[in-house]
């Protein structure tokens, strides 16, 4: 959690405005790749249920509609609340409107050999939350949830990881859902994370989900957050490293998260003394960025078609390898081809997670370092 301070404080506020009653916005972490969002998720989700609150975590897909991954990961979170509240009645039928929304999935997924069981032990309850309009169901849905919660004197916390690949349908549902929980003041809150363009998604969807959401950018570490993350762990082993293996380490990171913590286990296991040097973790790169190579940038490479890798390719020229936005139309202009005639490999380059889209008619890799790899491969 080195560096991610100012989110964890302000959960702590949001958790705290809300259990009081008072009006607060849902939060959505949004950075590249590799930053750690999807740690950081799992870190808040352990901070409320230390709270007494209930939660439950999905991550989105886009080839998946909401309701199923929603069902199990509130169902989990009313288990939580469950062993805490007296009338088990109370819990048994807001379980009832869990099932009822979830059932509603095997109608959406008629085509499915075996209908589709929530795994929920009361009868289903009807007329709510089961109309199949996923807006409507979902307001009805999150509505009962909170409400149990209030029962316990606690809330419920959704987290929502890969926040860009939900389906439009699901989207807008969720904006108008925490629309309604924010105007009741009920204790649920929305704690997604995704890809830098999240909060376009959002907007797209409702205009009014700027009010609804406070957005936070995970982004790289600074200078110290990096030496902390490196230095507390090796001291915690009663080893140490030098502030030139410190700086080294830095300028072959770049403060990602994820690269940090690869090149400093290749640098660990490289050392052969008790402290590590610039030498070690010189000599520990090519290991490290082999396995980057493979695990973390070859496996999303090798999922890019022919004309996609051309298009990622041309990314790469034109941003010089660097971690910045390319324009479409110098893309096109640098392939010799007309922008429409690209515009399949790029709409599936975005569906793909490997490219996102800020603002029209600008491009970036989702993976950061992505070009540098793409042109020290066509060097290969």
Not at 167 to 177: E, K, N
Not at 264 to 286: F, L, M, Q, S, Y
């Amino acid at each position: 959690m080195a560096g991610r301070d100012r989110e964890l404080e302000t959960f702590d506020v949001v958790l705290e405005r809300v259990a009081r009653g008072r009006p607060e916005r849902s939060l959505v972490l949004t950075g590249l790749r590799g930053v750690g969002k999807t740690v950081l998720l799992g870190e808040l989700r352990s901070k409320a249920g230390r709270r007494g609150w209930g939660a439950g975590k999905i991550e989105a897909r886009p080839d998946a509609e909401l309701r199923r991954p929603l069902s199990a990961a509130l169902h989990r979170a009313v288990r939580e609340l469950a062993v805490k509240h007296r009338a088990p009645e109370r819990v048994e039928d807001v379980l009832g409107v869990l099932k009822a929304f979830a059932l509603r999935a095997n109608h959406a997924e008629a085509k499915l050999r075996e209908r589709w069981q929530p795994g929920i032990d009361v009868p289903a309850t009807s007329g709510r939350a089961d109309s199949g309009d996923i807006e409507i169901d979902l307001v009805e849905l999150f509505t009962a949830v909170a409400e149990l919660a209030t029962d316990v004197g606690t809330g419920v916390v959704l987290l929502i990881d890969e926040m860009q690949d939900l389906q439009p349908t699901d989207v807008s549902a969720l904006c108008a859902a925490c629309h309604e929980l924010s105007q009741s003041g009920a204790p649920l809150v929305v704690v997604g994370a995704g890809l830098p363009h999240v909060p376009t998604v959002l907007s797209a969807s409702k205009s009014y989900s700027e009010r609804l959401f406070k957005y936070s950018r995970i982004d790289k570490l600074e200078r110290d957050q990096a030496d902390h993350a490196v230095a507390v762990p090796i001291e915690r082993e009663q080893g140490g490293i030098t502030p030139e293996a410190l700086d080294t380490l830095f300028d072959v990171s770049g403060g990602y998260p994820y690269f940090i913590q690869a090149y400093g286990k290749a640098a660990w296991d490289a050392a052969p003394a008790e402290e590590i040097t610039p030498e070690d973790v010189r000599v520990a790169a090519p290991d490290a960025e082999s396995e980057l190579a493979v695990g973390f940038f070859g496996s999303r490479y090798e999922r890019a078609t022919p004309a996609e890798r051309e298009y990622l390719r041309a990314m790469a020229e034109l941003t010089h390898g660097r971690d910045e936005e390319a324009s479409t139309a110098d893309i096109a202009v640098y392939l010799g081809r007309k922008p429409s005639s690209l515009s399949p490999a790029r709409d599936s380059l975005l569906k793909k997670g490997l490219i996102y889209s800020a603002e029209r008619g600008q491009i970036a890799f989702t993976v950061p370092h992505f070009g540098h790899y793409l042109l020290n491969r066509a060097e290969d």
